[in-house]
């Protein structure tokens, strides 16, 4: 997969998203230190109250298996440097709350700009160079982020 793909669903998953809220964030990931907060629990679409959200995703992108997820909790004020998913083959995000979405920065020097809505997934190779701009709303943004490998 070389190219980036965005859909959205009309499932209600409220009930999924608070209990992402609810979980336990830090600021460390894999011995770095960074500004935004993600989940302890790097496997979080493997609870079970989170395998509609799990079933979605997989039923999207048929073909590849899960081998990573956790959330990300965006403060205002804070954003994510440059960064890809060497480990994987696709990674992705399922939108949890209205943000100013991700910037993909290819290698000809296109930027792309994608504003993600509520239950908004989108998907990229992972070798794509992304970042998410400063949050400057009040409010957290809250996403699940996965990584996929081809079966």
Request: hydrophobic share 40%; charged share 20%.
């Amino acid at each position: 997969m070389n190219n980036i793909i965005k859909t959205s669903c009309n499932i209600d998953f409220t009930k999924e998203s608070l209990l992402v809220i609810e979980q336990e964030f830090t600021n460390e990931f894999m011995g770095m230190v960074l500004q935004r907060a993600v989940t302890k629990n790097l496997k979080l679409l493997d609870m079970t109250e989170l395998s509609p959200i799990k079933e979605y995703i997989l039923k999207c992108m048929p073909g590849y298996e899960l081998i990573g997820s956790w959330a990300s909790k965006i403060n205002p004020g804070v954003g994510a440097g440059e960064h890809t998913h060497l480990d994987a083959d696709v990674s992705g995000t399922f939108c949890l709350s209205i943000n100013q979405g991700i910037i993909y920065h290819h290698v000809n020097d296109i930027i792309r700009q994608e504003i993600l809505y509520p239950n908004d997934l989108i998907v990229w190779s992972s070798d794509i160079v992304h970042s998410v701009p400063l949050n400057e709303n009040k409010n957290p943004w809250y996403s699940i982020n996965f990584d996929l490998r081809k079966i």
